[in-house]
Structure formats: structure tokens, C-alpha cells
């Protein structure tokens, strides 16, 4: 076998352990795919600067760091609602409510009668 079919071998048993990996550290399927995904473009592209020795500690550690960055970035688009909003959302939803029945009476009103 050759080098570069040896290296390609490991390299996908790598990416199946660090999906598995992600997985059970709560990644969803589809977020561990981009993140394996990333991973590999990542070594191919430092390929050149890898050894035997480093390579799969690396290739775990950048998978884990862009693990961490997503979780980060999805918690920074997480919206928490604080008491005194809500009580401003429901304040809104009743004031809808007394315009929507205004606007129900109003056709009521100017409904032709048949």
C-alpha cells in the first residue's frame, strides 16, 4: 500500500473517532459533519508541517477547539427572557389582542347586511 493511501486510511479512521467523540460530547450530527469536515481542511492544509507523532493529538484538538466555538457561538444567539420582559411581551400581546377586536368590531359595524 501506498504512503499516500496509508495516510488517507488513518486520516478517515481519525475523523470516524472524533465524530464519534463529538457526538457523545453532545454535538448534533449534523454540527460534528461541518466540524470533522473543517478539521480535515485544516490538516490538509498544514499537512506539509505534521508528523507521525503530532498529527492525531492535533487533529483531536482542533476538532475539539471548533466544537467549543460553535457551542459559543450558539449560545451567544440564545435569547433569554428576563421577568421584566415577558411582562412587557404580555402587556404587548393584550394591547394586539384589544386592537385586533377593534378591528373585528369595525368590520362588524361596516359589514353590509345582506
Known amino acids: 500500500m501506498r504512503k499516500e493511501n496509508i495516510l488517507t ?5 481519525l475523523g470516524e473517532e ?3 467523540l463529538l457526538l457523545a460530547k453532545g454535538a448534533i450530527k449534523e454540527d460534528a459533519e461541518d ?11 498544514l499537512l506539509d508541517s505534521l508528523t507521525e507523532d503530532n498529527i492525531r493529538p492535533w487533529f483531536f484538538r ?8 460553535l457551542k459559543r457561538k450558539k ?8 421577568e421584566e420582559i ?3 411581551l404580555q402587556y404587548t400581546d393584550r ?3 384589544a386592537v385586533l377586536n377593534k378591528d373585528e368590531i369595525f368590520y362588524l359595524y ?5
Not at 482542533?62 to 466555538?69: G, H, P, Q, S, W
Not at 449560545?75 to 428576563?82: A, D, G, R, S
Not at 361596516?110 to 345582506?114: G, L, S
Request: net charge negative; charged share 25%.
Open 18 to 20: 472524533v465524530f464519534k
Open 9 to 13: 486510511s488513518y486520516l478517515i479512521n
Open 86 to 88: 415577558y411582562s412587557k
Open 110 to 114: 361596516i359589514k353590509p347586511e345582506k
Open 95 to 97: 394591547e394586539l389582542d
Open 75 to 82: 449560545e451567544q444567539q440564545n435569547i433569554y427572557l428576563t
Open 35 to 45: 466540524i470533522i469536515q473543517n478539521t480535515f481542511y485544516k490538516v490538509y492544509t
Open 62 to 69: 482542533v476538532a475539539l477547539n471548533e466544537y467549543i466555538d
